[in-house]
């Protein structure tokens, strides 16, 4: 990237998203065989087939923040709320076709990306994390998923599942709580005496 400072405004929506691309890894083909046999095996003998419900889906679609901007599809998320009584069933079918197949539909995976200013200076287009406004559809499906993930690696045994230390895109869990489980478990080791090491990981990290 050249430098300089742009002041045209489609030139200053290339520059990040040029710097984004640059950062972004490309798509890595992932066969299905090749998923752990244990980790396949568990979800398969714990719980079944995942059934999407009509009702889970109604009640996603009763929450959708209708403040939220208009959709890359272009239907406002309010619409989709006021309908969802309507629109519950179509698109559990559509959920449920979509967790079978592995498929996601094209326009699902369309998305709004805005640059969000991180620190230092705003020329720098490293100071800026991109965040992707995708369709409200495929927001629904998102939580449907993750409900599921979370049900299920929460409620296996030992290391299979997650582990209560486990901080990260964790319901109730965040950067605060992290740092607090982390101080205070050096405090304790230091307390009995014992050496701290710590190893951080900071590029692109900040």
């Not at 050249?2 to 929506?13: H, I, N, Y």
């Not at 994390?129 to 690696?153: D, G, H, N, W, Y």
């Not at 895109?169 to 304790?188: A, I, K, P």
Request: include cysteine.
């Amino acid at each position: 990237m050249q430098e300089g400072t742009v002041t045209a405004d489609e030139e200053k929506a290339e520059v990040p998203n040029a710097f984004f691309a640059s950062v972004f890894s490309g798509k890595v083909d992932c066969p299905q065989d090749n998923s752990p046999p244990g980790l396949v095996d568990g979800v398969r003998e714990q719980n079944g087939p995942l059934v999407i419900q009509e009702e889970a889906v109604r009640e996603l679609l009763s929450h959708l923040d209708v403040h939220k901007s208009l959709d890359p599809d272009g239907i406002h998320p309010r619409v989709m709320r006021e309908l969802g009584d309507e629109l519950a069933k179509l698109f559990s079918i559509i959920y449920q076709q979509s967790w079978l197949t592995g498929e996601v539909p094209d326009d699902w995976k369309l998305a709004n990306v805005t640059p969000i200013h991180k620190n230092s200076g705003k020329e720098n287009p490293g100071n800026y994390r991109p965040v992707s406004l995708t369709s409200a559809p495929s927001k629904v499906m998102e939580q449907l998923i993750l409900s599921v993930i979370t049900q299920r690696f929460t409620g296996w045994p030992g290391d299979q599942g997650i582990r209560p230390r486990e901080q990260g895109f964790r319901r109730g869990r965040s950067c605060l709580t992290n740092l607090v489980s982390f101080d205070d478990q050096v405090t304790l080791l230091v307390d009995v005496g014992k050496a701290v090491g710590v190893l951080f990981g900071l590029q692109q990290g900040l």
